[in-house]
């Protein structure tokens, strides 16, 4: 499987996100690399882990024999269900280094989402983790992944193996704990490839368009692409540091966060969505480099203080880029560069100027190379064609098929279904809305119309509409009869919580 065209390639890019990591680890090999939230044990199993590039390295190597040890193949598309934690990035670099194929997939997800997707790509390992969510010795409100996964692979032939993170895993889930222990694994030579490594599929994400879910594939040069456009732009330099706090599951997670990380050589400090608290306490600590977080919340982290330090960048992630302009004018001492996200199909970054406000997206060629050209399409949308933009349907053949799948025009553009208006005045666009029929929460997308068809499943008494919000773009209310039985319902078919805590009785305080 091979993703990239003769003209990327004749670029001359052979490097592939493991290149880049193994020179950071010459570099640095002492040196921090991979820094665990330290909330880390409310949320999942295990105490916070640092570790070097000598130990991220045995780690991905270990990770990477393990899978090879299994069997499987070159190409084999292996689906991540990980929290934000050091082994999201672990196990994304271990399947790359393994010759593999990475599908992480949103934390959110649950049984009907994954089986739709994994459905689609043939993926045949699911690696995971065995909780989510808040523990502590006055509450439990945790989620097994594991489970879910295990319920997952019931559903899906192709699937051979569930592997996880963690303890007290259910019967027939193969352990990966030990990984991280001090004797290595031989890693098992991967297959050969033939042509130039980089041009390979290296991750596959997945976006939710009106006509359903669309996998999304993207080879190293694609995704170095992506990252480096907004590593550029934010001024970065050769061994700075990044926090993250973008969800693992999407492009913008892999080029804002995994990406910069790489290419600076620094340390990557992961904060697991959504902790203020902690998150100010990591981003008084980082010394330098640059934080990239969801655009929503900058705002309220301004207004408690805890954006004030010069010697960082802070990048902020708008997965509704209509939401940019109405932004408050930034002038902190930060330096500050939007990140237009457009699903996943590409983004867009700017810095801002001197006056803090936005800057505009124009029509054609721009952003710090590599560049990504813009098109306002005859349905008033934003199409978008670049070296990070994907160029081929996803798995080979789809496009023959009927299931929905990226389709590129003959110039190369994809339209990204974004709405968008003209100021003919200045030649750039005005970002109006999300993609038709779609709903945003979060940065999740769900087709409004399957949405309302879940609920009818369940109690065609019910109904679900979609609300503004001020942080999460919109958000899911639901009525019905028996409001918590239609939500325990929802939950046991496998649905996103989000969607199923739409009819959570107010006040009331559930697992999701």
Known sequence: MILGGTD???AGNRTTLDDLFRRAGV????????????????????????????????AISAFAARLRQLGLQ????????????????????????????????????????IVAALGRIGAKVIVTTARIGISSQSTSQSTSLAEIAMQAAAELFPIRYVCSFGLDLPDGVMPLDDIFGPDQLDLVPSSARPGNAAAHVAVVTFETGAAGLVPVARNHIELIAGGLSAYLESGAVLDANVLSAIQPGSFASIALGVVPWLLGGGALTLHHAYDPATFADQYRTQNGGSIALPGPALAPLAEAGHLGNASKTIVALWRSPERIPGNPPWHGDARLVDVASFGEYGLLAAQRGADGMPAAIAIG???????????RTDASTVALRGA?????????????GPEPHLKPDAAGFVDTGVRCGLNRDTNT???????????????????????DWMVAEVDLDATIVALPDAVLDQRLAGTAPD?????????????????????RPRGAAKAA
């Open 8 to 10: 990327r390639e004749a």
């Open 27 to 58: 570099r640095h090999s002492a040196a921090m690399a991979l820094i665990d939230p330290p909330n880390r044990e409310i949320f999942t199993d295990g105490t916070p882990r640092r570790l070097t590039y000598a130990q991220a390295d045995r």
């Open 74 to 113: 070159t190409d084999t598309v292996v689906a991540l269900h990980l929290p934000h934690t050091v082994e999201s990035i672990i196990a994304l670099l271990g399947v790359l280094r393994a010759g593999m194929i990475a599908a992480p997939l949103p934390l959110l997800w649950r049984q009907q989402d």
């Open 365 to 375: 060629l721009s952003g710090t190379a590599p560049a990504i050209e813009t098109l």
């Open 388 to 400: 990070m933009v994907p160029a081929y349907a996803f798995p080979p053949g789809a496009e023959r």
């Open 429 to 451: 666009l005005t970002i109006t809305g999300s993609p038709a029929g779609i709903t945003s929460i979060g940065g999740y997308r769900f087709r409004q119309n399957a949405v």
């Open 483 to 503: 409001r918590e039985a239609t939500e325990a319902h929802l939950l046991v078919r496998g649905v996103n919580p989000l969607i199923a805590g739409a009819f």
